[in-house]
Nanobody, 121 residues
Framework: QVQLVESGGGLVQAGGSLRLSCVAS????????MGWYRQAPGKQRALVAA???????NYVDSVKGRFTISRDNAKNTVYLQMNSLKPDDTAVYYC???????????????WGQGTQVTVSS
């Protein structure tokens, strides 16, 4: 089985920083795009940032200039450095990855269990 395990969430004051990590483990062959989504109470899950295997990145406008996504392909890990955090960033953050389990498999979507980020004003 393939698992995505996140870490790094927590409680921080407005203006502070947090770094999220997500490691993909298990039997896998290749990872395509990796990303971070978030879901605030009463809202739908939405993309925050994504990064391709070649390290092209994409951000939602509200986090541009404050968040940085990166990945370490050798470690099957994606990171999200979050600076200048705002109360509106409060949400459960989910790691996502497109993973093929064998050389002849298609890519499928995998999700982490989520990690809570709370920003106090």
């Amino acid at each position: 089985q393939v698992q995505l395990v996140e870490s790094g969430g927590g409680l921080v004051q407005a203006g502070g920083s947090l770094r999220l990590s997500c490691v993909a483990s298990g039997r896998l062959f290749s990872i395509n795009t990796m990303g971070w989504y978030r879901q605030a109470p009463g809202k739908q899950r939405a993309l925050v940032a994504a990064i391709t295997r070649g390290s092209s990145t994409n951000y939602v406008d509200s986090v541009k200039g404050r968040f940085t996504i990166s990945r370490d392909n050798a470690k099957n890990t994606v990171y999200l450095q979050m600076n200048s955090l705002k109360p509106d960033d409060t949400a459960v953050y989910y790691c996502h990855a497109e993973i093929s389990r064998t050389a002849w498999s298609t890519y499928n979507d995998y999700w982490g269990q989520g990690t809570q980020v709370t920003v106090s004003s």
